[in-house]
T-cell receptor
Framework: GAGVSQSPSNKVTEKGKDVELRCDPI?????LYWYRQSLGQGLEFLIY????????KSGLPSDRFSAERTGGSVSTLTIQRTQQEDSAVYLC???????????FGSGTRLTVV | AQTVTQSQPEMSVQEAETVTLSCTYD???????LFWYKQPPSRQMILVIR??????QNATENRFSVNFQKAAKSFSLKISDSQLGDAAMYFC????????????FGTGTRLTIIP
């Protein structure tokens, strides 16, 4: 596709359940990022994939969060045993290089009830 | 680590007027890029303008321009002839050109356009 695609666009889950969020980056973009945005707040970095390098996981808030990127393309962010504080918009972005900025998807709004 | 500061949580401007959003950043490096992103209620982050640190000339994109002061580490966004569609959250961001660095965002400025 022409842009970064994220699914689902909205997800409501019960506390304690696991969720998977998907990101399809722009074809050919070697870098992929996940950010979290709480209501009315800025963007919190979660994880960064660059080509075949080991991902930068320094932003993951706890070991309940994990992400993978298969074949250098699609990425899945998994949150295990969701908590109410995990409620936020999860944004994915991809980039062909650092100087181009990032192209963002429309995000997944996660609500934990 | 780089930090980006946006000291104006909210700004408002009359339609057709000009508004300037402030941004300062902290970095020890000399080669980097700066960006302004717009996030309307649709929550889609849209790249508005980018600036290369090694270029002295201020970037311009139609009604959007920046005032880049490298020594002062300041990167403000000027929106001329404000339109209703400019209402959004605006985020300033920085990325180093060295290594596999990530984009660091400020906390954002909510811009309201008054008809």
């Amino acid at each position: 596709g022409a842009g970064v695609s994220q699914s689902p666009s909205n997800k409501v889950t019960e506390k304690g359940k696991d969720v998977e969020l998907r990101c399809d980056p722009i074809s050919g973009h070697t870098a992929l990022y996940w950010y979290r945005q709480s209501l009315g707040q800025g963007l919190e970095f979660l994880i960064y994939f660059q080509g075949n390098s080991a991902p930068d996981k320094s932003g993951l808030p706890s070991d309940r969060f994990s992400a993978e990127r298969t074949g250098g393309s699609v990425s899945t962010l998994t949150i295990q045993r969701t908590q109410q504080e995990d409620s936020a918009v999860y944004l994915c972005a991809s980039s062909p290089g650092q100087d181009y900025g990032y192209t963002f998807g429309s995000g997944t709004r996660l609500t934990v009830v | 680590a780089q930090t980006v500061t946006q000291s104006q949580p909210e700004m408002s401007v009359q339609e057709a007027e000009t508004v300037t959003l402030s941004c300062t950043y902290d970095t020890s490096e000399s080669d980097y890029y700066l960006f302004w992103y717009k996030q309307p209620p649709s929550r889609q982050m849209i790249l508005v303008i980018r600036q290369e640190a090694y270029k002295q000339q201020n970037a311009t994109e139609n009604r959007f321009s920046v005032n880049f002061q490298k020594a002062a580490k300041s990167f403000s966004l000027k929106i001329s002839d404000s339109q209703l569609g400019d209402a959004a959250m605006y985020f300033c961001a920085h990325i180093s050109n060295f290594g596999n660095e990530k984009l660091t965002f400020g906390t954002g400025t909510r811009l309201t356009i008054i008809p």
